[in-house]
């Protein structure tokens, strides 16, 4: 291979034309609008396997990409029945708090009425009675 690129890039100073990789070169004709390639098999078989292995590792992190995926959607359908789960939980412990607060509401209100004015009675009886 490298005494085909020596003479291809000879006319060139030694420098090779348009060698883009491995197995693929070009090579001067008399007309300047023609270019001949050749291409070297064995580069081409190298190439094709290394592609081969590129596609081989692509599908498996496909693979592992769509499992990952799988799981991922699993975990969030589990998440969102979790939290649809609290939320009737926590929405049924609210009405229960509301029915007992409108139960039990008006008794606390009553309660603390009536300690006010018992306070309010003490302090009254106990000012009459300190000016005599």
Request: net charge positive; charged share 25%.
């Amino acid at each position: 291979m490298a005494a085909n690129s020596h003479r291809a890039g000879s006319s060139y100073g030694g420098a090779v034309p348009y060698r883009s990789r491995e197995g693929l070169s070009t090579r001067s004709v008399a007309t300047s609008e023609e270019i001949q390639l050749r291409i070297d098999p064995m580069d081409l078989d190298d190439e094709i396997t290394g592609l081969h292995s590129q596609v081989r590792r692509l599908k498996n992190v496909a693979e592992e990409i769509g499992t990952e995926v799988k799981y991922q959607k699993d975990f969030l359908e589990q998440l969102q029945m979790t939290m649809i789960k609290a939320q009737a939980g926590v929405k049924n412990n609210l009405r229960r708090l509301n029915k007992s607060i409108i139960q039990n509401g008006s008794n606390h209100i009553v309660h603390v009425v009536m300690f006010a004015l018992v306070c309010f009675f003490i302090v009254y009886l106990w000012s009459k009675m300190s000016r005599k």
